[in-house]
């Protein structure tokens, strides 16, 4: 069949579209009536083998006609998802309905939208780039779809630690809440307590990957005052999780993939992209910080998206990421209380967890304010 498709390229780059098109036409059809009176599709129907010759036959054209590697590269990728076929399957058959509208949704998010989006400066003070905010969104999101999506896949299966650790991935607070309520509900299994504090140093290393990706210059100071917080909160962690019992792990958090909040967050990131430029010319960096850290109890992903596109003579590094640090103590604390008033005594050793991880943070974050 390729042979065929490459023939017919040739034919069809000498100027001969008919007999062109009459070569592929018949080896379209040999291979519909070829699938179509094989005995085994009405026992168990199968699309792969047609789907597989046509893309043959169009890579076989396009080879032809005078774009081998374009058609080598399309060969191997088909190749390589035939070899996974079973995998794939698999794969598929563990999304529900909801995964696969998420997912859908995602496409619309990052396809539809960002490429026709315009690369400029506009609005108050110059603050909205519209292909860089939408950017933001399509990054934040799919960080937070990949996370959901290997928890769906694995999570449940390898019990309470795994849809923790994965959970924390992209939403820290929710695994929190989910985890201290079996706790509080008298339905644990005994996990929970690791999988609360392994979720919250999760989420320290999220948002140090988020800060390198969305505000570079700030990493370096940044990652020096969290990864005291990260080992803490994972030594932690790991020390429950080797007292805890193995046992199935609860639903995961809700899909994040919706289009109304990746259009608040738009918004959220646009209003705070004009309050720092709007401060940057009425206060110094104090009140700059200050924003940011107010900013970031509300969402931690936005105060780094708004810390990374402040201009460097703006506000010092170190402040900048001590701000960030500060944010996510903030949400430390709305997790401690999460896990007392949910868990009640039954989530003491979590507390203690998280607490000890937020004094290695605060410890941190004073030890930076005195540099500053």
């Not at 698999?90 to 995964?99: A, M, N, P, S």
């Amino acid at each position: 069949m390729g042979l065929i498709a490459g023939i017919a390229g040739l034919v069809g780059s000498l100027h001969q579209t008919a007999a062109a098109g009459a070569l592929i036409a018949g080896a379209a059809a040999i291979l519909a009536i070829g699938y179509w009176n094989r005995p085994d599709i009405a026992v168990r129907p199968d699309a792969t083998s047609p789907i597989a010759g046509i893309a043959t036959l169009g890579l076989g054209f396009l080879a032809g006609h005078g774009n081998p590697a374009l058609a080598m590269v399309g060969a191997t990728i088909a190749t390589f998802l035939l070899a996974l076929k079973d995998e794939v399957h698999g794969f598929i058959g563990k999304l529900d309905e909801e995964d696969v509208k998420a997912l859908a949704r995602y496409a619309v998010i990052a396809g539809a939208v960002l490429p026709f989006l315009p690369n400029g400066n506009f609005g108050p003070y110059g603050a909205w780039n519209p292909q860089k905010l939408w950017l933001i969104v399509v990054l934040v999101t799919g960080f937070s779809f990949l996370g959901y999506v290997a928890n769906r896949l694995v999570g449940a299966r390898h019990g309470t630690i795994a849809t923790a650790v994965i959970g924390g991935l992209y939403s820290s607070t929710a695994v929190t809440q989910s985890l201290a309520q079996r706790l509080g509900s008298g339905e644990a299994s005994g996990a929970e307590p690791a999988g609360i504090a392994l979720a919250s140093a999760v989420m320290y290393l999220r948002v140090i990957v988020l800060v390198a990706l969305l505000a570079t210059r700030l990493i370096v100071p940044f990652a020096l005052i969290v990864t005291p917080a990260l080992l803490v909160g994972a030594a932690a962690g790991l020390w429950l999780f080797r007292r805890a019992p193995r046992a199935e792990g609860p639903s995961p958090p809700g899909n994040p993939i919706a289009l109304r909040p990746a259009f608040g967050f738009v918004l959220f990131v646009a209003g705070a992209a004009v309050a720092a430029a709007w401060a940057e010319g009425r206060f110094g960096q104090q009140g700059i910080g200050l924003l940011l850290l107010i900013i970031g109890t509300m969402d931690v992903d936005v105060a780094i998206v708004t810390a990374g596109g402040l201009p460097v003579e703006t506000i010092s590094e170190l402040f900048a990421a001590t701000a960030l640090a500060g944010t996510i103590l903030a949400n430390m604390a709305v997790k401690l209380g999460i896990t007392l008033i949910y868990g009640r005594q039954k989530s003491r050793s979590a507390a203690i967890a998280l607490g000890a991880s937020m004094v290695a943070l605060g410890a941190s974050i004073a030890i930076a304010l005195t540099a500053t």
